[in-house]
């Protein structure tokens, strides 16, 4: 049908100009002829192209808003994507579904404009776009979310987001439409705080905020639940949903199954940089999409049935730290006791002293105000690291690179680090380099740690490799007591399951286990009991069996359980919870 | 009055080389660079200045060319730490080290040669004040440049968007980037911007101050414009506040021994540096202010990620 007023538009403008080039060449010369018989032929003939390109444009026209036709994207070494399909129409919440280095983030970054494809074609709104930069996509409709927060901190607000802008504009008036836009969507946001004086929610909040501002056709959130409380996270699914409904449509990246059960219409899994399947949500089973995502079905977690505990490991009482940051944390109060055979999970939005605690408790602070730090019943208080090794004590930080491993050593120095008093490394003031490579290689073989050989540096492994090493290489010590925060983050599922079912043998042994965690699931897994950090201040600690997910949440929002609680009336408690995040705030 | 006017006067004077200098280095260290050659790049500002002025005689020419030869020391650090991502701490002491050689190479036919310096702008009707006309309004042009320099750049930080995208970089390089802002470009201009000023600063030593060619005449003037920009918390009020404080220590000595007071001549020289360490360390007690100020990336090398 559009063929046809396709060649009515084509013999109109044949007549059109047949007029013109008669009419002319009455009273013209020869050459000049020749040239009006030339042009004549060339508009004729780019004519018909135009023609043939605009139907062909049309036989291609769908409902689709993007579409990622074939992408490939290859870094030194690695073949990040490989032709990659990806459709999403508006108003659709389209699940990216992969484990990490499955190729989720290098795709979403092609679409932001912030790599460029090596080859095949993205379609945006039904033309094919190169999206030459960030700003060009926020032109074209395309916004973003990122996991880590592209915030400042020492900016504020309304700063914030006046630089994720296009346009320049007034303050005064963008602090405005913030607030009108953050009441209209239950968002609460003050314009003119500093980003450092707010909660992670809070900045994640600023970021939806700078993307709605901007009236995206196309909204990408890379991970936006991984901070967040699980009260957080249904507040911000009903937006998102609302936000759905409005025509917005939704690209989330995610590999939390049990998210994309209750959030997305369709999801399209990758797997090592290759397009698995695109399905429909409903369909499937978060198993059957877990199979997809890995390649292999997850074998559940076995959480023993009865566990003997033993003496009590670590004793810590009354502890008050200051922080010496001025943008720390402070603890209050702090009460612990782990006995031997349990694990003991710590959960907690990033920021609320996860790191304060352990580098007290390892030793790395002891600038502390008061209290006492027991190990095996031995006052540890003023003891710096080296001697509560010593006395069996293991820790694994978050930071893994600078923190947990230095990034230019090799694997074998990195493994001397910590060690070397427990294994004897040292023989007669030296190191012992045999007996330190062959503890190094025993570690990589035992902890399957993918690296070429032990004289690798740290910082050439990938992060889930490096956290292997690294609890590999605390558990071969044989520790009484391991304290470990975020032992899974950036850890492939399958590998993810390996250091958990570590750390629960290494409990089963005797050994007591301390996790900070800030994935709740991970915690209710594996530790016997759970309690939660806020604001610097440690909740008491309850039997998992008793707990369930939304308990955790509100102990994570600093909301002591009285664990006859009626947990659906929750009204009071909201109110509860902000009013101790303002305390938090103005703690810190 | 026959005292105080004098004495005030050069205060001004020994406070502008610093001003310039620190507001540069402030703009530098706001977009997250840490430029140690302030004081390479103020000597050569002062030797262009100076053999431009000598062969040309003209000072604005002279002034031009300053801003040149430290904006040009600049790209050399720039090129450095952004393209070859060196270390900036060191980069910046051996930009130091060269400019004072080099500024003695090129200075050395200019030993012994004096200059007029540069002419005094009378404000008219104003500088007819009493005591007020004689401080503020006849006074040469780069004084009045200086002080339109603190306006200029106070309004440029807070006031205007590429002021904030200057912060912004200065705070997280990774976000800005993320954004879609060129951390090379920003850090690039803010780096030949803080050279320029340098190069200005050198030049008020060698053609107003003090008006003639002496090797390594700035006398680690730069090293107290790169404190002062810490002791001011990154803020353009107090660099204006800390470089006349500074200014005025300078000058004290040569008062107190014009007056009889029988200190020690270089007890007396201490005293800014002295100055400068007991003022950081009261400053840095408000631990809150600087974090708040302080550019959170500043002298880290920004590689972007894939």
């Known amino acids: ?588 | 009055m026959d005292i105080l006017i004098p004495a005030i006067l050069t205060i001004i004077t020994a406070a502008t080389p610093l001003l310039f200098a620190a507001l540069g280095e402030l703009v530098t260290e706001k977009s997250g660079v840490l430029n140690l050659g302030v004081e390479g790049m103020m000597i050569m500002g002062a030797v262009i200045g100076f053999v431009v002025v000598h062969y040309t005689g003209s000072s604005v020419l002279a002034i031009l060319a300053s801003m040149l030869a430290g904006a040009l020391l600049a790209t050399v650090f720039a090129m450095l730490i952004l393209v070859f991502h060196a270390s900036q701490v060191p980069t910046g002491l051996a930009l130091t080290i060269f400019g004072l050689g080099l500024s003695a190479l090129i200075g050395q036919s200019m030993i012994g040669i004096a200059y007029d310096g540069i002419p005094k702008i009378s404000i008219p009707v104003l500088s007819e004040l009493p005591i007020i006309g004689e401080i503020f309004f006849h006074q040469d042009i780069l004084v009045y440049l200086s002080l339109l320099m603190v306006i200029v750049v106070w309004w440029f930080l807070n006031k205007t968007r590429s002021g904030l995208i200057l912060r912004a970089v200065g705070d997280s390089h990774d976000a800005a980037h993320a954004m879609g802002y060129s951390v090379f470009k920003i850090r690039l201009l803010a780096t030949l911007f803080g050279g320029a000023m340098a190069g200005v600063g050198g030049a008020y030593l060698s053609l107003s101050y003090s008006p003639l060619w002496v090797e390594g005449m700035t006398a680690g003037r730069g090293w107290i414009a790169l404190a002062l920009v810490v002791f001011a918390s990154w803020r353009v009020g107090r660099v204006l506040l800390g470089a006349y404080l500074f200014g005025g220590i300078t000058i004290l000595q040569l008062h107190a021994q014009a007056l009889g007071i029988g200190i020690p001549s270089q007890v007396m020289s201490m005293l800014p540096y002295l100055a400068t360490i007991v003022v950081l360390v009261l400053i840095s007690r408000d631990k809150k202010q600087i974090k708040l100020n302080a550019p959170a990336s500043l002298g880290k090398a920004f590689q972007p990620s894939r």
């Open chain 1, 1 to 588: 049908m559009n063929l046809n007023s396709n060649s009515a538009d084509c013999s109109l403008v044949f007549v059109f100009l047949l007029a013109r080039f008669v009419g002319s060449g009455l009273n013209l010369s020869f050459s000049q002829f020749f040239i009006h018989l030339l042009d004549f032929l060339k508009i004729i003939f780019f004519n018909e192209i135009a023609i043939l390109a605009s139907f062909e444009n049309k036989m291609q026209e769908s409902s689709y808003l993007l579409e990622l036709k074939n992408i490939s994207k290859s870094f030194p070494g690695v073949l990040a994507n490989d032709s990659i399909d990806l459709k999403i129409s508006s108003g659709e919440i389209h699940a990216l579904l992969g484990e990490n280095g499955a190729g989720k983030s290098t795709l979403v970054k092609m679409i932001y404009g912030i790599l460029k494809p090596d080859s095949g074609e993205i379609w945006f709104e039904n033309k094919a776009t190169s999206i030459k930069s960030p700003a060009h996509a926020r032109e074209l409709g395309v916004a973003m979310v990122f996991q880590h927060f592209s915030l400042f901190d020492s900016l504020t607000v309304v700063e914030n987001i006046s630089l994720g802008m296009n346009h320049q504009s007034n303050l005064k008036q963008l602090a405005k439409q913030i607030t009108e836009l953050s009441n209209r969507y239950g968002l609460p946001l003050d314009p003119d705080r500093h980003v450092y004086t707010l909660s992670v929610g809070e900045r994640q909040r600023i970021e939806i905020i700078r993307c709605l501002l901007q009236e995206p056709k196309l909204l990408i959130m890379d991970e936006p639940t991984s901070v967040l409380t699980p009260q957080e996270v249904e507040k911000l699914f009903v937006t998102l949903k609302r936000l759905a409904n409005e025509g917005l449509a939704i690209l989330y990246i995610s590999h939390k199954l049990d998210e994309i059960k209750s959030l997305c219409h369709d999801a399209t899994i990758l797997r090592l940089g290759k397009k698995v399947a695109t399905v429909s949500v409903d369909t499937e089973s978060t198993g059957s999409l877990a199979a997809m995502m890995m390649g292999e079905e997850l074998q559940a977690f076995k959480h023993p049935d009865a566990i003997e505990l033993g003496k009590i490991r670590l004793k810590v009482k009354n502890l008050n730290v200051k922080a010496n940051d001025p943008l720390g944390i402070s603890l209050k109060g702090i009460n612990l006791n782990v006995r031997a055979g349990e694990v003991v999970g710590i959960a907690g939005v990033a920021g609320n002293g996860q790191d304060e605690l352990l580098t007290v408790l390892n030793g790395e602070n002891l600038n502390y105000q008061a209290g006492t730090i027991q190990i095996e019943a031995q006052t540890a208080t003023k003891l710096n690291p080296n001697q509560r090794r010593l006395l069996g004590m293991a820790s694994v930080p978050e930071k893994r690179l600078g923190h947990g491993a230095m990034p230019e050593m090799d694997l074998t120095d990195n493994a001397f680090l910590t060690a070397y008093e427990r294994m004897s490394l040292i023989k007669r003031f030296l190191i012992s380099y045999k007996k330190t490579r062959n503890f190094t290689q025993n570690i990589i073989k035992e902890y399957s740690v993918k690296t070429p050989n032990e004289d690798a540096p740290a910082e050439s492994l990938s992060g889930g490799n490096l956290q292997k090493f690294i609890i590999g290489r605390e558990l071969s010590q044989e520790p009484t007591i391991l304290m470990v925060s975020q032992p899974t983050w950036g850890v492939d599922t399958g590998a993810a399951q390996t250091i958990r079912e570590a750390l629960r043998e290494l409990a089963s042994k005797g050994t007591a286990v301390l996790v900070i965690s800030q994935d709740l699931d991970e915690l209710m897994e594996i530790s016997d009991r759970i309690g939660a950090i806020c604001g610097g201040v440690l909740s008491r600690f309850y039997p998992t069996s008793e707990m369930n997910i939304e308990k955790v949440g509100l102990l994570m929002a600093g909301v002591e359980l009285d664990l006859n609680l009626n947990l659906n009336s929750d009204q009071d408690q909201d109110q509860d919870k902000t009013k101790l995040q303002g305390n938090n705030i103005n703690a810190a």
